[in-house]
């Protein structure tokens, strides 16, 4: 287990998609697991993933993320991941019912927010079932963050 001081212990691997935020409204949000093999997980552990350009779909039953990036491990052998292949999530047979039924509706889709590494040493993965943004819905929330960045200068510097 590694130390709280070193900068890669598992509390502090935290993987965002940042343009998820920016591009869809969040409706609802669920914790899921991943089902790794053992090189994926060393990669994750050392904050080599990436959200960018991900989504999640159902098949058979299954909840699926499509295109997440696990950079190789540099120590492993012949026996590595591909990078972007398609991972199962664990979910409860009911949640993964309600996602299927809410994304069967125009403009709804997964979309993966955050991953994680839990206090058990388990990768989880934050999704959202969310709604596409319009162009004017983008302009107004870069309108928002840029009013709150001024407000929290102007209230540092008095």
Not at 87 to 93: D, E, P, Q, T
């Amino acid at each position: 287990m590694a130390s709280k001081n070193n900068k890669l212990s598992p509390a502090r691997i935290n993987i965002k998609n940042k343009r998820a935020e920016f591009d869809y409204l969040v409706v609802d949000r669920y914790t899921a697991g991943i089902v790794l093999t053992g090189t994926e997980i060393k990669s994750i552990r050392e904050g080599k993933a990436g959200l960018t350009d991900t989504y999640c779909y159902i098949y058979n039953g299954e909840l699926w993320v499509k295109n997440m990036y696990i950079s190789e491990y540099s120590l492993g052998s012949y026996n590595n991941h591909s990078t972007r292949r398609d991972r199962k999530l664990l979910l409860n047979k009911k949640e993964i019912r309600t996602l299927q039924n809410e994304t069967k509706s125009p403009g709804f889709t997964i979309v993966p927010l955050r991953m994680y590494i839990d206090e058990n040493g388990r990768a989880k993965l934050v999704i959202g079932l969310c709604r596409g943004k319009k162009e004017y819905d983008k302009r107004a929330t870069l309108k928002e963050k840029d009013d709150r960045r001024e407000m929290d200068r102007f209230f540092k510097n008095h």
